[in-house]
């Protein structure tokens, strides 16, 4: 092999490898910090490889790769009316802050449920979900912990909500409550109750500090009485001394000094006596104030309590107002349901009469179009026909009409007359046959006139005029 072909081979080498290295570089992804790498196709007994951070090298043909962004994704929830464990609507609008977690389990169902969504689409997932089970966490929680414990209240949500999301693969990240009401004022009688035992509680301990402030007063109203007596009865005492030195150098001040001595002791016994009464006064004082603040204490236990008393009685009468409403409401609907029940029942029924006389008056026509028919368009024949077939029920109708007719008894009287008409029995008998209609006069009477097989009525023959006299 000579030179050239040889220094061709090597850069044929190093052409393949270059090519390699720049092919090998192009499948090669890095997955940077605010997403998530999902290598797809073959990648083992998993449906999807995540990456979070770093990079893989991607085969071309059996695997290939998107992005899921990390970026955090806020949902306003205006959540309205709903229920909680006392039967009092309440108002919880929140906002909640979720994204795709970066826990590998949870990459791996985010992979597979949200790959390919528009961020639009993931909200409006994670919307429902957060809707459901926030109205579930109400439900479940009394006003009282829902308003006043905040923590556990989030703690409560984020139990609830965040299991759910895991599974379409977000995570929770914040929870911001802005404001709780409702609408039967339950939230402000909460908050008036509140104030009013504060208010309660600051009077006490004004009270206990004026009480405090009292007792100190007295104390050293007390002691400065006692140090003013020491004081007088020290000064009294040098007197009483300088008196008994003064008797001795003058002896003829014996008696003066005697006096000053009684008027030292009637003085000390006068500070005594006043000392005594201030203390008394000062007890007096003290006794008052404790006894002040004791009333005090217990006008503040009785307005709390009575305030107590007021915010639940209007629970009480909001929450049996509401359940009267409810089963007002409730009956109403009954009625309503009931009446229209009962409107379509009657309605049903008459249709069916309807269409049943309609059938059947179309059943007449038919027939009787079909036997004018018959009688080619000779509707008095047909009418003859008809009548035909109704003169059985007649005479039946006349039979019955003297069946049950019952005579107990008829006498008859008569006389033999020569009259050629027959005697009076057999015109009794004849009388009683003609009181039934004869059949060609009910037919008459219908506008129908009989065939001539049925017989005719034979006119009565006119009796002989007498020849005149």
Partial sequence: MTFNAWVLLVLAFVALVVSTIVFLASRYKRCPSDAILVVYGKVGEQTAHCIHGGGILVWPLIQDCAF??????????????????????????????????????????????LLGLKPVSIE???????????RLTVASLTIEQINQDRESFLTAIRRNVEPELNKIGLYLINVNITDITDASGYIDALGKKAAAEAINQAMIDVAVQEKSGAIGQSEANKERDVRVAEN?????????????????????QE?????????????????????????????????VAKRMAV??????????????????????QE???????????????????????????VLVKYQAEAEGMRKLLEGKAAGYTSLVKSCSGDTRSAATLLMIEKIENIVSQQVEAIRN??????????????????????QFASNLIKSIPPLHEVAKMAGVELPDYLGSMKDPVAKPEKPAG
């Fill in 232 to 252: 007088a009865a020290a000064a009294d005492k040098g007197k009483k001394h300088a008196d008994a030195d003064r008797r001795i150098y003058v002896q003829g």
């Fill in 319 to 345: 929450i049996n107002k509401r359940k009267i409403e409810i089963d007002a409401e409730a009956e109403a609907e009954r009625i309503r349901r009931v009446a229209k029940g009962e409107a379509d029942a």
């Fill in 124 to 134: 409006d997932m994670a919307r429902e979900i957060i809707f459901g089970q926030l």
């Fill in 295 to 316: 009333v005090e204490i217990q006008k503040a236990q009785y307005k709390a309590e009575q305030e107590r008393l007021t915010a639940e009685e209007v629970v009480v």
């Fill in 255 to 287: 008696a003066e000094a005697i006096g000053g001595e009684n008027k030292a002791k009637a003085d000390i016994a006068a500070y005594q006596a006043e000392l005594a009464v201030k203390e008394a006064a000062a007890e007096q004082r003290g006794e």
């Fill in 68 to 113: 899921l962004s990390l970026t955090p994704m806020t949902i306003g929830i205006p959540l309205q009316n709903a229920l909680s464990l006392q039967n009092i609507r309440i108002n919880v609008p929140s906002t909640f802050t979720v994204g795709i977690s970066t826990d590998p389990s949870i990459m791996t169902n985010a992979a597979e449920r």
């Fill in 405 to 426: 007719l019952k005579i107990d008894k008829i006498t008859v009287w008569d006389g033999g007359g020569s009259d050629k008409t027959g005697s009076s029995t057999a």
